[in-house]
């Protein structure tokens, strides 16, 4: 079983920026994809970021240059930089391991962002 644990959200003004973290109980990056998604409002849950065991990085075209996926394997932490951001950027957001191989997929508890002014 794999616990992520989300942080590093809050209220911040159109245009400033956020760095979100994400720490799974136990070293997954060897096995698992780590992507960031979010949920706006009434809305579904979107994919946002994904980083592979071998570090490839994927961002979403609508976010891309302003959001960055990271990850730091000696503290089993991974990061969204969002910068620049905007109202439509409003939504909770989600940690998720899936695994290389096989099904499932685990789920964080997500962590609220609120952009507004």
């Known amino acids: 079983q794999v616990i992520l644990v989300e942080s590093g959200g809050g209220l911040v003004q159109p245009g400033g920026s956020l760095n979100l973290s994400c720490e799974a109980s136990?070293?997954?990056?060897?096995?698992?994809?780590i992507r960031w998604y979010r949920q706006a409002p009434g809305k579904t849950r979107d994919y946002v970021a994904q980083?592979?065991?071998?570090?490839?990085?994927h961002v979403k075209e609508s976010v891309r240059g302003r959001f960055a996926i990271s990850r730091d394997n000696t503290e089993n932490m991974v990061y969204l930089q969002m910068n620049n951001l905007n109202v439509d950027d409003t939504g909770v957001y989600y940690c998720?391991?899936?695994?290389?191989?096989?099904?499932?997929?685990?789920w964080g508890q997500g962590t609220q962002v609120t952009v507004s002014s």
């Open positions: 136990r070293s997954v990056f060897d096995m698992y994809h």
């Open positions: 998720s391991a899936v695994p290389t191989s096989g099904n499932g997929q685990y």
């Open positions: 980083i592979t065991p071998d570090r490839r990085t």
